[in-house]
């Protein structure tokens, strides 16, 4: 334990702040989860839904810091990608 309280103040906002970001990264996880799931199956509705909420926590993890700017871009771009294939797969079913 360190003996300034400078040092014992710094650990405690550090579990703080690690409390805050570990909830944010699960939260991002099971969310892109949920809209990778839903992309595989037949419900395009339920699809579209999930994977805006998806980008919006994922956005907004990258604004508080959680993780970095690029690495939200990289994701939310994954999802838009694997939701616009998704969506033009049920299209050509739907046609033939």
């Known amino acids: 334990m360190p003996s300034h309280k400078h040092r014992q103040k710094k650990i405690r906002q550090d579990e703080k702040r690690n409390a805050r970001n570990t909830k944010v990264k699960s939260e991002i996880k099971t969310l892109s989860k949920k809209a990778r799931a839903a992309a595989e199956s037949t419900e395009t509705v339920d699809m579209e839904k999930l994977v805006r909420d998806a980008s919006s926590a ?39």
Do not use: F, M, P, Y
Not at 58 to 84: M, P, Q, T, Y
């Open 58 to 96: 994922i956005d907004s993890a990258a604004i508080k810091g959680v993780i970095h700017k690029r690495a939200a871009s990289r994701r939310v771009s994954r999802l838009a990608k694997l939701k616009n294939k998704s969506a033009a797969k049920q299209n050509t079913e739907a046609a033939e």
